[in-house]
Each structure stands twice: as C-alpha cells, then as structure tokens.
C-alpha cells in the first residue's frame, strides 16, 4: 500500500499497512537471524529470532482481531495520513544496528499514530479501539527493548 502525506485512509487500511508491515519486519528478522548465525555470532542470532517470532504473533493478533473490527462504522473511520506515518512505513534496513533502532522507532510512530487517531475520532468505538491498539504497541516495544538491552549492554559496555 503506498499512502501519500495528507492522504486519507480508513482505519482498515492502516491495519493493512500496518500488517504488511509486520510482516516485512518479521521476514528480516529471519534474514538478520540466519546472517548471524553464518557469522557464528549467537547472541544477534537468539535476538533476531526472537524477534521475528514477537513481529509473527503480533501480527496474528492483529489478524485475529480484525474481523471483530468490521461490525458498524468503526474500520470506515477515516484517518488522516500524515507525514510521520508515512516515515514509519518506509524504513527498510538491513543492518543489525539499523534494524534494531529502526524497530525501536517504527514502534514508538505506530503508537503515535494509534494515540492520534484516539485523541482525535469522533466515534468512541474508534478511539476505544485505538486506544487498545495504542497500548498493544507499548507492550511490543517493551518486548523488544527487554530482548534488546542486554546486547545494546555487551555492545557499549553497559551504557545503554
């Protein structure tokens, strides 16, 4: 899906984006994962894979709670794309350090992007549901930072 700044989109079609997304995340992962292992490097090799597992259930949650999602008017609720969303679509590293950083912030603008539409919806079953949708993200960056911090420790001698 290729969303234009100040387009509008529907709250369906960010769940797309934000699918195909998880997906793509979770694909380089495997990559990155399976790179490591080659280099014989075990620690980027447990971190990839476990974070190409976390992108594939959130993804499945997402998945599942889509059809629940397409009773009344809640996925027609327009949205407006801005600028920072189409950023949060657009990173695609493939370097160890870029793809950890990257998932980092890719997480942190989708929870924006969630808030905003909360913040901003006039139908309460949206904002409800952004709101959840908000927190979910929170709880996957947290996953990710856990899984991240002890190599980002190793990596700068414990200084975060």
Known sequence: MNLAAD?????RELLVATLARR???????????TAASSRREAALQRLFSRLAVLESEYTARIE??????????????????TEAMCQSMLEDPDTPAGA??????NERRMRAVFEHL???????????????????????LSSIEKL???????????RG
Do not use: K, Q
């Open 7 to 11: 387009s509008v989109v529907s709250l």
């Open 23 to 33: 997906r793509e995340a979770s694909a380089r992962y495997r990559r990155l994962a």
């Open 64 to 81: 599942r709670d889509l059809p629940d999602l397409d009773v009344g008017t809640i996925l027609a609720e327009r949205v407006t794309w």
């Open 100 to 105: 950890l950083e990257a998932a980092r912030r």
């Open 118 to 140: 909360a913040a901003t919806s006039p139908n309460e079953s949206v904002r409800m549901r952004a709101l959840e949708f908000a927190l979910a993200e929170t709880r996957h």
């Open 148 to 158: 991240v911090a002890p190599l980002r420790a190793s990596v700068h001698g414990g």
